[in-house]
Nanobody, 118 residues
């Protein structure tokens, strides 16, 4: 079973920066999609940013220009650099992977909490 382990969450003041990491137990280079989602209290899980196999990235409008998704294929690790953080960015951030192994498989990490507050 593929595992995704997030790290890097914590408490940050508004305007601050933080980087999340997601370590995967399989190659991230060959997966169809890998990315970050988040879920704020009382809200549905939403897309933050993704990378598809070609390397093309996609961002939610709410984070464009502030967040950057990247990957280190050699380390099988995905990152999310978050700058200019706002209180509304407070949420549990989940790493997500979709890959093909005879069929499409979707995997989620356990989540890491980001709190943006003064």
């Amino acid at each position: 079973q593929v595992q995704l382990v997030e790290s890097g969450g914590g408490l940050v003041q508004p305007g601050g920066s933080l980087r999340l990491s997601c370590a995967a137990s399989r190659s991230i280079f060959s997966c169809n999609t890998i990315g970050w989602y988040r879920q704020a209290p009382g809200k549905e899980r939403e897309l933050v940013a993704t990378i598809i196999r070609s390397g093309r990235t996609n961002y939610a409008d709410s984070v464009k220009g502030r967040f950057t998704i990247s990957r280190d294929n050699a380390k099988n690790t995905l990152y999310l650099q978050m700058n200019s953080l706002k209180p509304e960015d407070t949420a549990v951030y989940y790493c997500y992977m979709k890959y093909f192994d005879g069929r499409f498989v979707e995997v989620w990490g356990q989540g890491t909490l980001l709190t943006v507050s003064s």
